[in-house]
């Protein structure tokens, strides 16, 4: 007999405790994004990055970046979490391929070039041009928009956790902003 009652409308999130079974026993999916201004010829003038508290209360730097949920296809987990983390208003430009510039590895140990103690993941990095007003949100403090040069420093890679300066780079270069 089946039982009737209101369908899940998340059937793709897991309870606390599922995801850190599933954290401690496989690689998660994610999609990174780095925000960007482009002129009328489509170069990137711009590059936001956000920063935000870390769960250790220290203030750092980061990119766009979440979960991809069970049945959901990595442009709608991209503009999921581009509007989560700069609002509804950004107007994301979301790339006519989902072709990534890169696919980062995180590990839970030092010595990989990307780390997340939480986890191993797997992340698949876009540039996104956003052409709106961003807005912050969820775990954001602020969203800093910075030249690319600016954005490539020693000193923004210092203030980026896990590795995601070298991304950042990686994302700057390959849309040929990489000085």
Same mark, same amino acid.
Do not use: K, M
């Given at each position: 007999m /089946? &039982?009737?009652?209101?369908?899940?409308?998340n059937p793709g999130w897991l309870s606390e405790e599922e995801l850190a079974t599933a954290r401690s026993r496989l690689p998660l999916l994610y999609v990174e994004a780095v925000p960007v201004r482009v002129d009328g010829l489509g170069q990137v003038t711009?590059?936001?990055?956000?920063?935000?508290?870390? /769960?250790a209360g220290a203030i750092t730097r980061t990119l766009v970046s979440g979960r991809v949920m069970h049945g959901e296809t990595l442009r709608d987990a991209l503009f999921r979490h581009l509007e989560k983390d700069l609002g509804p208003m950004a107007f994301p430009q979301l790339?006519? &391929?989902?072709?990534?510039? /890169?696919?980062?590895?995180?590990?839970?140990?030092?010595g990989a070039q990307y780390t997340?103690?939480?986890?191993?993941?797997? &992340?698949?990095?876009?540039?996104?041009?956003?052409?709106g007003t961003c807005d912050p949100r969820q775990d954001a403090l602020e969203l800093t928009w910075m030249s690319p040069i600016e954005a490539a420093s020693d000193a923004i890679a210092a203030e980026m956790e896990g590795g995601r300066g070298a991304l950042l780079r990686a994302g700057l270069a390959s849309v040929g902003r990489l000085f």
């Open positions: /089946s &039982s009737v009652g209101t369908p899940d409308p711009q590059v936001g990055v956000l920063l935000r508290a870390n /769960s790339p006519a &391929s989902i072709v990534p510039f /890169s696919v980062a590895e995180y590990f839970p140990f030092p997340d103690d939480r986890q191993h993941a797997v &992340s698949l990095a876009y540039v996104v041009p956003v052409t």
